[in-house]
C-alpha cells in the first residue's frame, strides 16, 4: 500500500513560481513510477510530468516543458514539481500519483496509476 499526500499549492500571478511536493510512503518497489497530474474545471485529468524513481528519468507534456521540472528526494520519499512561469491556464487542481510499474508511453496517463493523493489547488491569475 503506497498513500501520497500533496502539498504547496497556492494563488500566484502569471509569470511567478511554486513548488508542490509529494511525500509517499510504503515500499521503494511500489512507487517505481510517480507523477504529477492536473485537473482544471469540467476539464479531463491530464498528465503534466513524471519521473522514474530509479533512474531519475523524467517526462513532460509539450504544455510544461521548460517551466516545470519534476525531481525526488529519496531521503525524504518526495517527488517535487517545480513550476515556473506559471500561465492563468494551468489553474487545476493537481494531484500526485504513485505507481510500482509503468510503460513509457504512459507514464503521462492518469489510468496508468494505482495510487493517488487528494490533490492541492493551484491557482493562477493574469
Known amino acids: 500500500q503506497v498513500h501520497v499526500m500533496e502539498s504547496g499549492g497556492g494563488s500566484v500571478q502569471a509569470g511567478g513560481s511554486l513548488r508542490l511536493s509529494c511525500e509517499a510512503s510504503g515500499s521503494t518497489s511500489s512507487r517505481r513510477c510517480m507523477g504529477w497530474f492536473r485537473q482544471a474545471p469540467g476539464k479531463e485529468r491530464e498528465g503534466v510530468a513524471a519521473?522514474?524513481?530509479?533512474?531519475?528519468?523524467?517526462y513532460y507534456a509539450d504544455s510544461v516543458k521548460g517551466r516545470f521540472t519534476i525531481s525526488q528526494d529519496n531521503a525524504k520519499n518526495t517527488v517535487y514539481l517545480q513550476m515556473n512561469n506559471l500561465k492563468p491556464e494551468d489553474t487545476a487542481m493537481y494531484y500526485c500519483?504513485?505507481?510500482?510499474?509503468?510503460?513509457?508511453?504512459?507514464?503521462?496517463?492518469?489510468?496508468?496509476?494505482?495510487?493517488w493523493g487528494q490533490g492541492t489547488q493551484v491557482t493562477v491569475s493574469s
Open positions: 519521473i522514474y524513481t530509479g533512474s531519475g528519468n523524467t
Open positions: 500519483a504513485a505507481d510500482p510499474i509503468i510503460a513509457k508511453f504512459r507514464l503521462l496517463v492518469p489510468g496508468a496509476y494505482m495510487y
